[in-house]
């Protein structure tokens, strides 16, 4: 057998049986252009985070800008402007109280930095054995080896590393007596509880509802366990509020902002701490510290085009295009049954036709690449997350498509 045409390995992929990817030239607003010529509207942003489509001169501009002065700077011992630039802009969007940032590279790694955090929380105030987590059923929150523990047992990417990692509890999203019973029993070796805050992605879209969140926040505080809210896929109007905690109405002892961050361009993280959580680590004593620093943290070229998306975030009334995405989502999906579909979902800027059985979307990638539209479903999960400069003609287009997908 001749291996040798695979020298670049796929995410996700059977690399045997996978089929040949398309090959991309070149991004001008909410397409892709192959090298074929052919044009793909792009309905899921690159898995979510291009929100601003492909090509844009203000984000060019940023990172061009940027590069004349310096590309990367570590931030051992040394700073610069756009980082602290970038945290102080955080610090002012996110919900009140969330005010020490700490930067990473990846939406996984920001993750894995806020499951230290929490266990060294509890460490510092001298309660080492809190050192496990609560997460939701059908969670995700990356690929790296901590954060995987968090990702739910059942019907999951990682069933093979199940035995791999680091047990942890899983409780069922909406359901407020289960957690107060775990939280009752275990609370003195449970350091936090991770949640997806309204969507849970990658899981399969699926929703809870704000008050649960709320409730669990407040049985959360009561049992001394912090509440950790991933807004890696959330964050930044996905779910139709800047932030899905907003909508539940608390402040999350840590949150992780990433995807959206940069516009889609750079690979960023944030991790954001409340004070309560920073000063356990403030203190004389240097065993208290945060020791994790990654080497591209707070990357230059990626906090200067941070910046620029929050610009054109705000900007651009972003918050009102997202309630017009919701609106046409809700009325194109309004009334649509078929015996191939479990339910539709919808909430802000998200849509997902759930199907009966995965073998009923084997196809649609395709299909829906032959009429223009670039879908990537997974399981039987067939979702849009489009760029939030989307026309209207055009999210008309992607419904039409996820429906010939699903529904035929
Ligand atoms: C994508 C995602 C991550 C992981 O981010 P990467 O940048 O891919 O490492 C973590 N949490 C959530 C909720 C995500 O959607």
Not at 19 to 26: A, F, G, K, Q
Not at 105 to 116: H, I, L, N, T, Y
Not at 170 to 196: M, R, Y
Request: proline share 3%; glycine share 8%; charged share 20%.
């Amino acid at each position: 057998m001749n291996n040798s045409q695979h020298t670049l390995w796929y995410p996700y992929a059977q690399m045997k049986t996978q089929s040949h990817p398309l090959e991309v030239e070149r991004g001008e607003g909410a397409y892709l252009v192959l090298k074929n010529g052919d044009r793909l509207l792009d309905a899921v942003s690159s898995w979510w985070c291009v929100i601003h489509g492909y090509n844009n001169t203000e984000l060019n501009q940023a990172i061009t800008d940027q590069l004349s002065k310096i590309a990367h700077v570590m931030l051992g011992g040394l700073t610069h402007n756009p980082a602290i630039r970038l945290a102080k802009k955080l610090v002012e969007i996110t919900p009140g109280g969330l005010n020490h940032v700490f930067f990473s590279d990846s939406g996984s790694v920001g993750c894995e930095v806020a499951m230290k955090m929490a266990i060294q929380y509890w460490k510092n105030k001298g309660e080492p054995s809190k050192k496990r987590f609560i997460a939701l059923k059908r969670g995700y929150h990356g690929d790296t080896l901590g954060v995987m523990s968090l990702g739910s047992d059942d019907e999951t990417m990682h069933a093979t590393f199940q035995d791999a990692v680091s047990p942890q509890f899983f409780v069922t999203p909406g359901d407020e007596s289960e957690l107060e019973s775990l939280l009752k029993n275990h609370s003195q070796e449970i350091a936090g509880f991770f949640v997806e805050p309204l969507m849970q992605g990658a899981g399969g879209f699926y929703l809870h509802e704000p008050s649960y969140l709320k409730n669990a926040k407040t049985l959360c505080e009561r049992h001394k366990v912090l509440v950790i809210a991933d807004e890696v896929a959330t964050g930044f109007g996905r779910t139709g509020t800047l932030f899905a905690v907003e909508q539940a109405d608390f402040t999350p002892d840590i949150m992780i902002l990433g995807k959206a961050l940069t516009g889609g361009y750079l690979g960023l993280a944030a991790t954001i701490a409340t004070t309560d959580v920073f000063n356990s680590f403030y203190s004389e004593d240097s065993s208290k510290a945060f020791m994790h620093g990654p080497t591209f943290m707070g990357n230059a070229l990626a906090c200067s085009v941070a910046l620029k998306s929050i610009e054109l975030f705000e900007r651009g009334e972003y918050l009102k295009k997202i309630k017009d995405i919701e609106t046409q989502l809700h009325n194109g999906f309004k009334g649509v049954s078929h015996s191939n579909i479990v339910e539709v979902r919808i909430k802000g800027a998200m849509a997902c036709i759930e199907v009966t059985d995965e073998a009923l979307l084997k196809k649609s990638q395709e299909i829906a690449a032959s009429n223009g539209v670039w879908l990537r479903p997974f399981g039987r999960f067939l979702y849009t997350m489009p760029p939030y400069i989307i026309s209207e003609k055009e999210l008309k287009k992607i419904i039409e498509v996820m429906l010939l997908c699903s529904a035929k």
